[in-house]
């Protein structure tokens, strides 16, 4: 195979991979077991980060924060023009408790000299009533609608608190490398819907807890741990 057609069958592939994200959302009716499976993963990878010895300012943090956004993987593949999405999963502050899981989805786009796709995974802490309120409405877009700060990682560290949200990335391993400024986030109302057996908002879930899912609380009570240091 000649060097051009190799160069040509990749840029197809890649190219593919990033419409494959923008066509994930729309593959299929979300149910019950899948929705649970998408906390259980977000589970996991929150789990990590708080056990995670680089992640002193987020334990430090964390007891500050009025909601937590966990996303276990986001897509990015890209040449030339690139883009990334996935879904995320919100728990928010009740007292001294926490409430959810609320679901969203996340994409973005982007164009430059870039080649290749990866997998990362997130976590961002909401600082700000300002944040939640974004996370309450329909769709918003971090780095306009809220401002955002990478989360500092290792000991003498430190963020702007006045940030709306401190975001953790890390794709295999190693944090940061992916930049989510201008990305939108958006309710996802099927996969709410399949998780609690019927139409549900972010206020539902989140603030008058008009609906729940007992499955949610070991989300809950990871976010509980790190706050109370038991982890």
């Known amino acids: 195979m000649s060097k051009a057609m190799h160069t040509m069958n990749r840029r197809t592939l890649l190219l593919g991979a990033v419409a494959a994200l923008g066509l994930a959302a729309c593959a299929g009716q979300p149910t019950r077991d899948e929705t649970q499976a998408r906390v259980d993963a977000a589970q996991a990878t929150l789990n990590n980060f708080v056990r995670d010895p680089d992640m002193r300012w987020f334990r430090e943090h964390v007891g500050r924060a009025k909601a937590v956004l966990i996303s276990p993987q986001i897509l990015q593949a890209g040449f030339i023009v690139g883009g990334s999405g996935g879904s995320a999963v919100l728990i928010a502050r009740n007292g001294d408790t926490w409430a959810g899981p609320a679901f969203y989805r996340i994409a973005a786009g982007s164009f430059g000299l870039q080649a290749g796709a990866q997998a990362s995974e997130m976590v961002a802490l909401v600082m700000t009533e300002k944040g939640v309120n974004s996370l309450l409405s329909t769709t918003f877009k ?4 809220v401002s955002v700060a990478a989360g500092p990682v290792g000991a003498g560290t430190g963020a702007p608190l006045n940030a ?19 990305t939108v986030i958006s309710v996802d109302d099927g996969r709410n819907h399949a998780y609690y057996g019927r139409a549900a908002t972010p206020v539902d879930i989140l603030v008058t807890h008009s609906v729940s899912n007992p499955h949610g609380q070991t989300l809950a009570r990871v976010a509980s741990n790190a706050v109370n240091g038991d982890y």
């Open 142 to 145: 971090l780095g306009g609608d």
């Open 164 to 182: 709306d949200m401190v975001v953790y990335t890390r794709a295999k391993g190693l944090y940061g490398g992916l930049n989510l400024d201008g």
